[in-house]
């Protein structure tokens, strides 16, 4: 699996502030969040937008949050306290405090499917994102893919999941250059249907590749 873009770190920074918006509004989609775009660009030019729920504007707000933290902290470590300190951002003001940033303690169910994930152990999940993070033999698109779905099917924190994984992921596309992993609307049905099978038979390959596909967003230059 080839790099799609090959991007110097700051040109993947102008690709991802020109289409942050964007990126916020499929993200929050994709977690059921159900704003439009130009409600999704009112939120995030600090405007009044009338007719959302206060939690879906503060989900909005702490995207924005997040996003700005991984684009102006470029150096920062990949590692777990990343990963923690994401969902402290995007989760702030959604979950209870004693949650945030930290790993699920409760059952989780998902809808569309009987599967439970594990629970998640500290330790497991550190030497897992090492793990993944190490693979050598693979690119970095690869490698932000595996993550993001790793993180995705782990269910490790009580709620955000799926932002958390994409940040991270996009964290990971940024530092090598690779462009943006963003899902269309339109891709979305389809997304959470091969999803759904990937939580089930914990096979990422159909998914993995479908994505590869279907949602990296880059310049070529």
């Given at each position: 699996?080839?790099?799609?873009?090959?991007?110097?770190?700051?040109?993947?920074?102008?690709?991802?502030?020109?289409?942050?918006?964007?990126?916020?509004?499929?993200?929050?989609n994709?977690?059921?969040?159900?704003?439009?775009?130009?409600?999704?660009?009112?939120?995030?030019?600090?405007?009044?937008?009338?007719?959302?729920?206060?939690?879906?504007?503060?989900?909005?707000?702490?995207?924005?949050?997040?996003?700005?933290?991984?684009?102006?902290?470029?150096?920062?470590?990949?590692?777990?306290?990343?990963l923690?300190?994401?969902?402290?951002?995007?989760?702030?003001?959604?979950?209870?405090?004693?949650?945030?940033?930290?790993?699920?303690?409760?059952?989780?169910?998902?809808?569309?499917?009987?599967?439970?994930?594990n629970?998640?152990?500290?330790?497991?999940?550190?030497?897992?994102?090492?793990?993944?993070?190490?693979?050598?033999?693979k690119?970095?698109?690869?490698?932000?893919?595996?993550?993001?779905?790793?993180?995705?099917?782990?269910?490790?924190?009580?709620?955000?999941?799926?932002?958390?994984?994409?940040?991270?992921?996009?964290?990971?596309?940024?530092a090598?250059?690779?462009?943006?992993?963003?899902?269309?609307?339109?891709?979305?049905?389809?997304?959470?249907?091969?999803?759904?099978?990937?939580?089930?038979?914990?096979?990422?390959?159909?998914?993995?590749?479908?994505?590869?596909?279907?949602?990296i967003?880059?310049?070529?230059?």
């Amino acid at each position: 699996m080839e790099n799609k873009f090959h991007l110097t770190k700051e040109q993947n920074i102008f690709v991802a502030k020109r289409n942050i918006v964007d990126y916020i509004w499929k993200s929050a989609n994709l977690e059921g969040i159900g704003v439009t775009y130009p409600e999704t660009q009112a939120i995030y030019d600090g405007g009044i937008v009338n007719g959302l729920t206060v939690d879906n504007i503060i989900a909005i707000n702490n995207l924005k949050y997040a996003w700005q933290f991984i684009l102006e902290n470029a150096e920062i470590a990949i590692d777990y306290n990343l990963l923690c300190h994401l969902h402290k951002l995007t989760c702030d003001k959604l979950v209870l405090d004693a949650n945030l940033g930290r790993l699920r303690t409760t059952p989780v169910n998902i809808g569309g499917t009987k599967w439970q994930p594990n629970f998640p152990y500290e330790s497991k999940i550190k030497e897992e994102l090492q793990s993944l993070l190490d693979q050598k033999e693979k690119t970095a698109t690869e490698i932000a893919l595996e993550v993001m779905l790793w993180i995705m099917r782990s269910q490790m924190f009580i709620d955000g999941n799926k932002r958390v994984a994409m940040l991270l992921a996009n964290k990971i596309m940024i530092a090598n250059g690779c462009g943006i992993i963003t899902i269309a609307q339109e891709n979305q049905p389809l997304f959470f249907t091969k999803l759904i099978n990937f939580y089930e038979t914990g096979d990422n390959t159909d998914l993995k590749n479908w994505l590869y596909e279907t949602s990296i967003d880059g310049l070529n230059l």
